[in-house]
T-cell receptor, first 113, second 112 residues
Framework: AAGVIQSPRHLIKEKRETATLKCYPI?????VYWYQQGPGQDPQFLIS???????DKGSIPDRFSAQQFSDYHSELNMSSLELGDSALYFC????????????FGPGTRLLVL | GQNIDQPTEMTATEGAIVQINCTYQ??????LFWYQQHAGEAPTFLSY????GLEEKGRFSSFLSRSKGYSYLLLKELQMKDSASYLC?????????????FGRGTSLIVHP
């Protein structure tokens, strides 16, 4: 069965650079969620989209932006990267909103040097 | 803000039953999630409760009492592969959004 795809799987950036993380949800899923998980930390909800519209916004820094495109894939754009942005970024998708089973992607590990 | 409390660590024996509790204090409650996460892997969604009561899914069940700010995850017929971190997350209204906030997780160790 198809799963959530995230790319890249690993990314190394320098401080003040930009990064774009991509998420391809399971086919026919209309909701995408982004989470950030620092080393040894619990996940932090960043933002979610339902039918290409932002639905909920969590602790996403102003330096970050995200969108969901017409094919339902989503991109998280991160600018002016800081050392503290080093983390695992998970994307999850569901069909029909947050109350439905969310399927997580394998994550993108971002290291900011 | 929200205050979510779970035990840090629990141990249990293969084949046994274990109950992982989660208590929370929040305003604008809109549901509670349970996730399983193995080290270095993505979380796996286990359950979502928004109404009081017990929801059963195979070996896993989740219970919610909104009036008590309390939930538990019940794992039956424990297997070694159930050794993982179990995360409780509370979804609550914050401004114009509904935000899930995670507890620190309960590390479950299943031994033979």
């Amino acid at each position: 069965a198809a799963g959530v795809i995230q790319s890249p799987r690993h990314l190394i950036k320098e401080k003040r650079e930009t990064a774009t993380l991509k998420c391809y949800p399971i086919p026919r899923h209309d909701t995408v969620y982004w989470y950030q998980q620092g080393p040894g930390q619990d996940p932090q909800f960043l933002i979610s989209f339902y039918e290409k519209m932002q639905s909920d916004k969590g602790s996403i820094p102003d330096r970050f932006s995200a969108q969901q495109f017409s094919d339902y894939h989503s991109e998280l754009n991160m600018s002016s990267l800081e050392l503290g942005d080093s983390a695992l970024y998970f994307c999850a998708s569901s069909r029909g909103g947050f109350q439905e089973t969310q399927y997580f992607g394998p994550g993108t590990r971002l290291l900011v040097l | 803000g929200q205050n979510i409390d779970q035990p840090t660590e629990m141990t249990a024996t293969e084949g046994a039953i274990v109950q992982i509790n989660c208590t929370y204090q929040t305003s604008g409650f809109n549901g509670l999630f349970w996730y399983q996460q193995h080290a270095g892997e993505a979380p796996t969604f286990l359950s979502y409760n928004v109404l009081d009561g017990l929801e059963e899914k195979g070996r896993f069940s989740s219970f919610l009492s909104r009036s008590k700010g309390y939930s538990y995850l019940l794992l039956k017929e424990l297997q070694m592969k159930d050794s993982a971190s179990y995360l409780c997350a509370v979804r609550a209204r914050s401004g114009g959004s509904y935000i899930p906030t995670f507890g620190r997780g309960t590390s479950l160790i299943v031994h033979p």
